[in-house]
């Protein structure tokens, strides 16, 4: 990518090194983001890890694991254990049931996002569009937390009171710069998330250590 989002996903690329992309597997996925909630990359990929062992990235291999067994592994991603514990049964029933979410995810977004909303932690830009992303390979942005802090304070987009504005506005002005690759998209959601965790925090972000600094007027104001 020569674009400016291109290269700004270089320089991170170059600061961060390889990181690990989200499972491509729906099912995994799902799972993936429900322990991503409200927990931290460590403790989420300790959960994960947990479950692998186990069998339980599957929905039958889960829908037969132990359940204390399975209980120990997501209570690894921290604190709301069975919150977390009642998404994924909910999830598993719902994957049991239906089989064509390969189909359902790389099909018309519009239908694609009514048809998540059947599975718990799916409502939001991030968990939903991720699944459109990386389950379903489709060029989408998903835009969370993270993603929106990072992209508006590089220019991206426009601040509101109402978040869904927020990331459809982000959407709209990378979209040009990373054009129809998927990998783009994959690329800038993947780093523009750890970004956000690492450096460009909420409070006191590191702007002085940032990479992206000479690209980010926000950082050139506090610096």
Not at 11 to 29: H, V
Not at 31 to 46: G, I
Not at 192 to 214: I, V
Request: aromatic fraction near 8%; glycine fraction near 8%.
């Amino acid at each position: 990518m020569s674009s400016r989002a291109g290269r700004i996903v270089g320089k991170l690329k170059k600061r961060y090194g390889r990181l690990a992309a989200p499972p491509a597997d729906a099912f995994a996925l799902f799972v993936w983001q429900v322990l991503f909630n409200h927990s931290t990359a460590k403790k989420r990929d300790a959960a994960v890890a947990g479950l692998k062992r186990l069998g339980a990235l599957t929905p039958d291999g889960m829908w037969n694991a132990p359940p204390k067994a399975l209980a120990d592994c997501v209570h690894r991603a921290g604190p709301f254990g069975e919150y977390r514990l009642m998404a994924l049964r909910k999830g598993v029933e719902v994957f049991r049931r239906d089989s064509d979410w390969p189909s359902v995810l790389a099909g018309p977004v519009p239908a694609a996002l009514r048809r998540l909303k059947v599975l718990p932690r799916m409502s939001g830009d991030g968990p939903a569009y991720s699944m459109l992303l990386f389950a379903g390979g489709q060029a989408v942005l998903p835009v969370n937390a993270r993603v929106a802090r990072v992209a508006t304070r590089l220019g991206y987009g426009e601040l509101g009171p109402a978040f869904p504005k927020i990331a459809k506005s982000i959407r709209h002005a990378v979209a040009p710069e990373l054009g129809d690759r998927v990998e783009a998209y994959r690329d800038a959601y993947v780093y523009f998330e750890h970004h956000g965790a690492e450096t460009c925090t909420e409070t006191d972000p590191a702007c002085d250590k940032c990479p992206l600094l000479k690209d980010c007027s926000f950082g050139e104001s506090r610096c």
